[in-house]
């Protein structure tokens, strides 16, 4: 069994290496976190006044950000996972390891801020959901941690084609 686990994402208690490849790391995960936060303050949101930013990480550690940027028409707005995706894909990324979320009324984070169902399912789309891991935050030092298919059971996907 520890051979199975040596270079796939293992779902442990924060502060612990998520990976013995050392992939996604305590140190990362803050990182990935701050860079959420920071990522909150470019949201357009007159509407809502939800602030939302993300950051995802490529297997390669690169970071890409994203906002949630909302419109009078509410279904052209665009989710700050999907706007992290959407940058990291039209650039050649295809290998994604993390992604990290944050919200709040204002802009102020009180609770976690779990990805809806679109950006779920879009995540899938570019992702092996028993793999990807999605980090809800409010702070640095309080977070969630949940494979994509714990958010997503039975998902449908590429691999269905």
């Known amino acids: 069994m520890e051979k199975e686990h040596m270079h796939s994402l293992i779902r442990q208690e924060k502060g612990e290496l998520l990976a013995k490849n050392e992939l996604v790391s305590r140190s990362v995960i803050m990182n990935l976190i701050r860079e959420a936060i920071l990522a909150m303050e470019y949201a357009y949101t007159p509407y809502s006044e939800f602030k939302v930013g993300s950051a ?6 690169k970071i890409y950000t994203g906002c949630n940027i909302e419109n009078v028409a509410f279904t052209s707005t665009n989710c700050a996972e999907r706007t992290a995706f959407f940058k990291a ?73």
Request: proline share 6%.
């Open 56 to 61: 995802l990480l490529t297997s390669k550690q």
């Open 89 to 161: 894909i039209s650039e050649g990324e295809k290998d994604f390891a993390a992604i990290a979320i944050v919200g709040g009324k204002d802009g102020v984070i009180r609770d976690y801020c779990p990805p809806c169902g679109v950006c779920r399912q879009v995540i899938r789309e570019f992702v092996d959901p028993r793999r990807f891991l999605v980090i809800i935050a409010k702070s640095e030092e309080d977070y969630l941690m949940y494979f994509l298919e714990e958010l997503l059971p039975m998902s449908f996907g590429p691999d269905f084609l």
